[in-house]
């Protein structure tokens, strides 16, 4: 097969009647124009074009290749607006812990629907670390450090982790042993498991079953407010609590780029990516001048 570049040069020839007109509607030199008509002459053997005037002529071998040309281009040209169609019009999908979408992205998902009517979104709250598959999720707000094999990621919001509990249910006596944190009932969100990784890390050999009640992430945060247990959580999310002193950071681990980070596909964003990225960026916490983290 010939060049595409060359099949695409002659018939735009064949359809301006002019060399420098072909050349001013592919943004090329007339002379380039030339060239690639050339090449297609010398790959056929055959004549495709005379002069004639100041334009050019056809030769029959050239008016058949044109009008075939001119049929494979338009098939060409309406698969490809019937894929960027179907592409705009897919809902953008997102995925964050249920947490965070309570807490921080419904609060401010408003504005972003209000400046991007055309973007439809599908937002999945989830705990479970969703694949990231072509055609299905387009971004992730993930905890954690940042690094996740064969993806990109760039923080959000930076925010350490940290053991707390309603004043009204500890009391405001110390806990230095982690350990006397299991007489008390826990909360966790449903899918994760970081209460036995937080008590693993500090060493905690267990005395029995902890009383642990697994809730939706929204739930969790009502029931901590209330009282009715012990969580593990993003300090981001309960801050206003805990100036309010209606909840007690117990424990709190603070590690450099810990936080909530945005999580893409590497390659090229389709249009509603590039909105909701454009948008959410604005809203970040970090520093300034912060990359994003090739993993």
Same mark, same amino acid.
């Given at each position: 097969? &010939?060049?595409?570049?060359?099949?695409?040069?002659f018939a735009t020839v064949a359809e301006t009647g002019t060399l420098a007109g072909a050349g001013r509607t592919l943004n090329v030199s007339h002379a380039a124009i030339s060239q690639q008509v050339r090449a297609l002459e010398a790959f056929f053997g055959t004549q495709l074009v005379v002069r004639?005037? /100041?334009?050019? !002529?056809? @030769? /029959?071998?050239? /008016?058949?290749? !044109?009008?075939?040309?001119?049929?494979?281009?338009?098939?060409?040209?309406? %698969? #490809?607006?019937?894929? %960027?169609?179907?592409?705009? %019009?897919?809902?953008?999908?997102? @995925?964050m812990t249920p947490a965070f979408g309570v807490?921080?992205?419904? &609060?401010r998902i408003s504005e972003f629907r209000h400046s991007h009517p055309? #973007?439809?979104?599908?937002?999945? &709250? @989830?705990?479970?670390v969703v694949e990231m598959e072509p055609g299905g999720v387009d971004i992730a707000i993930r905890y954690g450090q940042g690094r996740w094999s064969g993806l990109q990621s760039e923080p959000l919001l930076f925010t350490s982790f940290v053991i707390v509990a309603a004043r009204s249910l500890?009391?405001? %006596?110390?806990? &230095?042993d982690p350990a006397k944190l299991q007489e008390f009932p826990w909360l966790q969100e449903i899918g994760t498991h970081e209460i036995a990784q937080w008590l693993d890390r500090q060493g905690v050999v267990s005395t029995g079953s902890l009383n642990i009640l697994h809730l939706p992430g929204y739930m969790m945060l009502e029931g901590l407010r209330r009282g009715e247990g012990v969580s593990a959580t993003a300090r981001a999310f309960i801050e206003p609590d805990i100036r309010s002193g209606a909840l007690r950071v117990l424990f709190e681990d603070v590690l450099p780029g810990n936080g909530y980070h945005l999580v893409t596909r590497p390659g090229v964003q389709r249009p509603p990516l590039k909105a909701f990225l454009s948008w959410i960026r604005s809203h970040r916490d970090i520093e300034p001048g912060t990359t994003p983290i090739q993993a």
């Open positions: 097969m &010939p060049s595409l570049a060359s099949l695409r040069a004639q005037g /100041r334009g050019i !002529a056809l @030769t /029959r071998e050239g /008016r058949g290749l !044109a009008e075939n040309l001119d049929e494979a281009f338009s098939i060409m040209r309406r %698969a #490809v607006d019937e894929l %960027a169609r179907a592409d705009m %019009a897919r809902p953008l999908q997102v @995925t807490s921080w992205l419904m &609060p055309e #973007v439809e979104l599908m937002l999945n &709250p @989830t705990a479970e500890v009391g405001d %006596a110390d806990y &230095p």
